[in-house]
C-alpha cells in the first residue's frame, strides 16, 4: 500500500494540510483542512498568532483520524525569516513578530557600520530586504537586549511548530539559509557573523537539510489527535518546497507567484558575483544542496490589499475582470517600493505614488488593478532581463507555479511582455514540493528528477504566447 505524507503549508493569508499519495504513477493530492492566517497586534508589534496555527494544524489531524486517513508522516512550510526565541525552560521570550513589523526600520544601515554589505553578501549570498532575520534579530539586540540575553534557544517558524509536535529542536536549511547568517558556501551558520553583531551563538541549532526524519509525535501529541506518525523535514521554506514542483526546471525561469513573487532559476552554486549584488538577488537554499537563485517582489499581497480596501466587495476574479477593461491606461509603480509593503491604505497609496511620478492618477476597480498588474509584469520583465546578462544567455520558458498561477490576465500580460512561451501550473506547488521530500525520505520516490516527471504526468499546465495584441 502507498504511504501518504500531510503536507501543511501555511502562507501570509492561510494555511491547510493537504494529504499526498502515489497513485497508479500519479501524485494525488487531497484537501484535508483548511484555515485563515492572518496579523495581529500584540503590544507594539504586528506578529503571526503562533498557537492559533498550531491549533489549527491539530485539528488538521484530527479530521485525518475522522476521515480514516492514516498518515506516514507530515511536513511543515511557511514564508521565510520570522522566529521565536525559547528560554532555558523552553518557553517563549518572544512573539512571532512578524516580517511586515516596522521594527527593522534602519537596522539594515546600522549592520552595515558594523558588518559591510559587500561582505555579508560574499559570505552569505542573499539578498538585501529590510526584514530579513539578522536584522531582526540585531532589532532586538538594540531594543530588547535582556531578551536576547535570556534566549537558549533560537527557532523559526516551521522549527518551533515541530518542536511543538515532537520536543525536538532543529533549524532546517532551506529557511535558514533567508536568515542572512548561514554561510553559502559551508552552509552551516556563519559563526563569525553572528559574534560580530554580538548575538549569542549557543541559541542557534544545528541545521538539517530536507527528507530529514525529525522523529514520531510527543505523547501528548499522539493522545490529542489520535494518530501518530514521521515528522519529516520538507524544504520548510514554502518557496523551497514550490520550486521542486516546476515540471521542468531546465531553461526555465520560475515565477513562484502568491503573496510574494519569487522570480528565478535553480542552481547548483551559489552566485555571489557583484552583478548579483548591485541587482539584489539571492541565493537561497533548496533541496540537495541546490540553489534558487532569484529576486523576491512584492507579489499579489498588493492586489490583496486592494481588494481588503474595497471593503471585499470585488473577488479577485472580478477584479482580474475589471483590469481589462481600461486597455489605455498606462500608469505604472515600483511595486518594490518599501512604501506598499504594509501601507496603511494600498489604494491610496498606488494613486499618491502615480500622481507624485506626473503619471494619471487611477480612478476606478479597473484602474487600480490594471496599474498593480502591469507594474508586476514590468518588475518580472526587469529580472528576467537581470538574470539573462548574468548568465549570459536566454531562457526560452517562464514557469508560474503557486495559486497566482491561476490569474490569466497576469499570465497573458507576461507572455506579451517578453514573448517567451508561459507556462501556469501546478497551482498548488508548494504542497506538492512539501509532499515530494517526505515521499523521498520515506523512500517512496527515488530522486527530484523522478518526482518532477511525475508531477508533470499528475497536474494540468497551461501555456501561454504572446497575442497578437501583445
Known amino acids: 500500500m502507498n504511504k501518504t505524507s500531510i503536507a501543511v503549508d501555511i502562507g501570509a493569508s492561510s494555511g491547510r494540510l493537504i494529504a499526498g499519495s502515489l497513485e497508479a504513477g500519479k501524485l494525488k493530492l487531497e484537501e484535508v483542512h483548511r484555515f485563515n492566517n492572518e496579523l495581529i497586534k500584540k503590544g507594539d508589534h504586528f506578529c503571526w498568532d503562533i498557537d492559533k496555527l498550531f491549533s489549527e494544524i491539530k485539528t488538521g489531524l484530527k479530521e485525518c483520524h475522522a476521515k480514516g486517513i492514516t498518515p506516514s508522516s507530515i511536513g511543515i512550510d511557511t514564508w521565510a525569516v520570522d522566529f521565536v526565541l525559547l528560554d532555558e525552560n523552553d518557553n517563549l521570550l518572544t512573539d512571532a513578530v512578524a516580517y511586515r513589523d ?3 526600520d534602519g537596522m539594515m544601515e546600522e549592520v552595515f557600520e558594523i558588518i559591510s554589505k559587500e561582505r555579508l553578501y560574499l559570505e552569505t549570498g542573499i539578498q538585501f530586504q529590510k526584514f530579513n532575520t539578522i536584522y531582526q534579530l540585531y532589532s532586538l539586540k538594540k531594543n530588547y537586549p535582556e531578551v536576547l540575553k535570556k534566549a537558549k534557544t533560537f527557532l523559526m517558524i516551521p522549527d518551533y511548530l515541530n518542536f511543538l509536535l515532537t520536543g525536538i529542536k532543529s533549524n532546517e536549511y532551506t529557511n535558514a539559509t533567508s536568515t542572512q547568517l548561514v554561510n553559502a558556501f559551508t552552509k552551516k551558520w556563519d559563526m ?3 559574534e560580530s553583531l ?31 506518525m514521521d515528522v519529516v523535514l520538507p524544504a520548510t521554506h514554502d518557496t523551497g518546497s514550490a520550486v521542486i514542483a516546476v515540471p521542468e526546471i531546465e531553461g526555465t ?6 503573496t510574494w513573487s519569487l522570480i528565478g532559476v535553480e542552481n547548483h552554486f551559489p552566485i555571489c558575483v557583484t552583478k548579483a549584488l548591485d541587482y539584489n538577488f539571492t541565493n537561497e537554499g533548496g533541496i540537495d544542496y541546490q540553489f534558487r537563485f532569484l529576486k523576491n517582489i512584492m507579489g499579489l499581497w498588493m492586489i490583496q490589499e486592494v481588494k481588503r480596501n474595497y471593503q471585499d466587495q470585488y473577488t479577485f476574479a472580478e477584479l482580474v475582470k475589471l483590469a481589462k477593461e481600461p486597455e489605455h491606461f498606462t500608469s505604472t509603480v515600483n511595486v518594490d517600493d518599501e512604501r506598499f509593503l504594509k501601507p496603511e491604505n494600498m489604494i491610496e497609496e498606488i494613486k499618491n505614488y502615480c500622481s507624485e511620478t506626473n503619471q ?3 480612478t476606478t476597480p479597473g484602474e487600480i488593478s490594471k496599474c498593480v498588474f502591469d507594474s508586476l509584469v514590468v518588475s518580472y520583465q526587469s529580472a528576467i532581463r537581470q538574470i539573462e546578462e548574468i548568465y549570459e544567455k536566454q531562457f526560452t520558458k517562464v514557469n508560474v507555479i503557486g495559486g497566482g498561477c491561476q490569474n490569466e490576465l497576469l499570465n497573458q500580460l507576461i507572455a506579451n511582455a517578453t514573448g517567451k512561451e508561459v507556462n501556469a501550473g501546478p497551482i498548488e506547488a508548494t504542497a ?7 515521499l523521498l525520505a520515506l523512500g517512496e520516490l527515488k530522486n527530484v528528477r523522478e518526482a518532477r516527471s511525475i508531477i508533470k504526468e499528475s497536474f494540468d499546465v497551461k501555456t501561454y504566447t504572446r497575442s497578437e495584441l501583445g
Open 198 to 228: 554580538g548575538i549569542n551563538k549557543e541559541m542557534f541549532q544545528t541545521i538539517q537539510p530536507p527528507k530529514t526524519i525529525l522523529g514520531l509525535f510527543k505523547a501528548s501529541i499522539v493522545e490529542e489527535t489520535g494518530i501518530d
Open 192 to 194: 563569525e557573523l553572528i
Open 102 to 104: 516596522p521594527r527593522t
Open 360 to 362: 494619471s492618477v487611477p
Open 432 to 438: 506538492i514540493g512539501n509532499v515530494t521530500a517526505q
Open 253 to 258: 525561469i520560475y515565477i513562484s507567484s502568491g
